[in-house]
């Protein structure tokens, strides 16, 4: 058999898994799970390309790259080799199989793409002993909506057989077109290596004034920052698009080399896991710092001395200041939206502004839909997600060029912009607790518990006093949405109290890690005059009410939460 013979199609035999149901962002397990268990990976990719119809299928284009994680490439090979054998006719991979989450809803646009395949864990832990996941993305270069996810799962719950080439060798350092003829096909199937940068940097050139970014980074009276690609996928990009373009010194930007383990570290940019980032701003030697997550979609701003700006008061800035982006100066603003856990202090730039705006289910999807329909331009999450409506995931890159904007226009301080901020708009002060890894079944009957209780008439109108302060009830459920797009309802979102003054606390099960349950408790509270207090300071009597009516201490055997943020 030479070398130039048609590559061999095979149909394996296999035994479904029960576990492979999609969570919020794909499939995440621990890497043991994808490397020991027989076909565990392969089938998972079966059931995403069979949830595609066959027709559409046929000839298509994908995208596929991660953030470089621990067991990355074997993956690409395994998708690769089952997507030439499922009928997809061409591939654009990411350099080295390197691609950040926001720069492959940028490419899957960009060629059309019917969705693209992505290798990561976002921000979970790397490495041999970390976490893996496959993530889908469908043709509007979004997450796939539920009713994709669950077609997902039913298949994987079903089935019996995956087709593969396993003859097909990709070279991922290579930029550059690839052929290979496939037996029983036509047409050879391509693969084109791409650059993991170019597209993205373009797309981004067109939204942002890079020359009045460029003065404020190296012109003659630029600030000084730092950025913290905590060794994920961004690093490239900081380096290409910060660095090169924007004249941003190339001491200023750390971590920028993407690990398989991501140095041993948690690469999920808050004050707690960005240790670099905020020890090195302490100082007062940086006026701007930056941390990125492991897939680059996360962002977290800090100011000088590690001013710290919250994601939800990040969103609300970006909002009030919106046309200091050139690309809403063309496009006008359509809409703004956060998830139902963010603090409302977009709801106030969005009244004074007299634009609408939106309350979501926790998930990019569902912004996605939004900005399909023309409804939505800029959006954010508590979990450090922020985004504009020029692909379909949140992105971090777009987020810190936004908030240089910003600086670059107002020729203020991050902290300044801030305070004038709640001057304006009142705070609304933010935290959230996060207990990890607490046994599934206690979390569950915790919440079903607290639903009962929050349900009751006589809930509402309850009052509860801790030290002078005392708050009413207003309204209790359990948060549902309906899409103003498709009118499809999302139930079960997450409980919410809201009390007569606004402050809000809620409950939520979390679907993103990779064993045993989260339990995130958030707490967001309006003040109009006491603005320049400590948060958890401020939040204590609410923090003292969430934990004393849900009882979670008792509950999950925790004495306290594993994270603050």
Known sequence: MTDNSPLQVLTVPTAPYPDQRPGTSGLRKKVYVFQSR????????????????????????????????????????????????????????????????????????????????????????????????????????????????????????????FAICPGLRVDLTTLGKQMFDLE?????????????????????????????????????NHIKIRIDAMHGVAGPYVRRIMCEELGCPVNSAINCVPLEDFGGQHPDPNPMYATDLVDSMKDGQYDFGAAFDGDGDRNMILGKRGFFVTPSDSVAVIADNIFCIPYFQHTGVRGFARSMPTSAALDRVAKATKIELYETPTGWKFFGNLMDAGMLSLC???????????????????????????????????????????????RNY??????????????????????????????????FAVEDKIYQVEKADNFEYTDP????????????????DGSRIIYR???????????????????????????????????????KISQLHHRTGRSGPSLIT
Request: proline share 3%; with cysteine.
């Open 38 to 161: 027989r076909n565990y990976l392969h089938n998972f990719i079966q059931s995403i390309f069979s949830s595609i119809d066959l027709r559409d299928r046929q000839g298509s284009t994908m995208v596929v790259g991660g953030d470089g994680r621990f067991f990355n490439p074997a993956a690409i090979e395994v998708i690769v080799q089952m997507a030439a054998a499922n009928g997809v006719g061409r591939m654009i991979i990411g350099h080295h199989g390197i691609l950040s989450t926001p720069a492959i809803s940028c490419l899957i646009r960009k060629y059309k793409a019917i969705g693209g395949i992505v290798p990561t864990a976002s921000h979970n832990p790397g490495g041999p002993d970390g976490d893996f996941g496959i993530k889908f993305n469908t043709a509007n270069g979004g997450p796939a909506k539920e009713a994709v996810t669950s077609k997902i799962f039913q298949i994987s719950r079903t089935i019996e057989e």
């Open 184 to 220: 029983n096909k036509f047409k050879p199937f391509t693969v084109e290596i791409v650059d993991s940068v170019e597209s993205y940097a373009n797309l981004l050139r067109n939204i942002f004034d890079f020359a009045a970014l460029k003065e404020l980074l190296s012109g003659k």
């Open 380 to 426: 954010g999450e508590e979990s450090f997600g922020t985004g504009g409506d020029h692909i379909r995931e949140k992105d971090g890159l777009w987020a810190v060029l936004a908030w240089l904007s910003i600086l670059a226009t107002r020729k203020q301080s991050v902290e300044d912009i801030l305070k004038d901020h709640w001057l304006k708009y009142g």
């Open 430 to 463: 933010f935290t959230r607790y996060d207990y990890e890894n607490v046994d599934i079944d206690a979390a569950c009957e915790m919440m079903e518990d607290l639903e009962i209780m929050i349900s009751d008439k006589s809930f509402v109108k309850q009052r």
């Open 485 to 500: 797009v498709d009118s499809t309802i999302s139930r079960n979102q997450g409980l919410r109290i809201i009390f007569s």
């Open 509 to 547: 099960l979390s679907g993103t890690g990779s064993d045993g349950a989260t339990v995130r408790i958030y707490i967001d509270s309006y003040e109009k005059e006491q603005i320049f207090e400590d948060t958890q300071v401020m939040l204590a009597p609410l923090a003292t009410i969430a934990l």
